[in-house]
């Protein structure tokens, strides 16, 4: 199946799961949890426009990972509500989530930056700082949400501690598999 194509239906699937998604938050009146997936949801429609208009093409498996881990968030940890009853699935999807916006970091660098060939040195260093920050941020947008949102994003130091460790294991991984492929992420090669 020609790239496009494929693209398309992934664009195809996330929609239709955002809006069973939509229904089942309308349906138990959980308009933060609504609100916070169609940012994802529309985030990721954003990047299709730039992509078809500045012509860079983030590869499909990435798309595919940024559509699992936002809609593990939301269906399961929010939804079904494993973020408070599970002890694991917070710190999986933040291992998953920051592998993911760490390949997404990456491809993204080298094709705006023309890159031609990097060490595994590199790519390890960027790619695992990339993540990291990504996975910073994340952190700091859960703390301002717990101040002014009253959540409970960040219930202790350990919490966020830990966030930081799968997250690092997650970037560290992202690292490891571009440096095991590069032409996972760089279609020149």
Do not use: C
């Not at 390890?124 to 700091?140: D, P, R, Y």
């Amino acid at each position: 199946m020609h790239p496009i194509t494929k693209s398309k239906l992934l664009t195809a699937t996330y929609t239709m799961i955002a809006i069973i998604l939509s229904i089942l938050f309308l349906l138990r009146n959980q308009a933060m949890y609504l609100f916070e997936f169609l940012i994802s949801y529309f985030s990721y429609l954003l990047f299709l426009y730039i992509e078809k208009k500045r012509n860079i093409r983030l590869e499909n498996y990435i798309k595919w990972f940024y559509i699992l881990s936002t809609t593990a968030n939301s269906l399961f940890g929010e939804y079904f509500n494993l973020f408070n009853t599970s002890t694991i699935f917070d710190k999986l999807l933040h291992m998953v989530g920051t592998f993911t916006f760490a390949l997404m970091a990456y491809s993204l660098f080298i094709k705006i930056f023309d890159s031609r060939v990097y060490t595994p040195a590199f790519i390890f260093t960027i790619t695992v700082s990339l993540g990291m920050a990504i996975g910073v941020l994340f952190e700091i947008i859960e703390y301002i949400a717990d101040i002014y949102l009253k959540t409970l994003n960040q219930p202790s130091l350990e919490d966020t501690n830990l966030d930081l460790i799968f997250n690092l294991i997650g970037a560290v991984l992202a690292s490891l598999l571009i440096i095991s492929n590069q032409k996972l992420v760089d279609d020149k090669r």
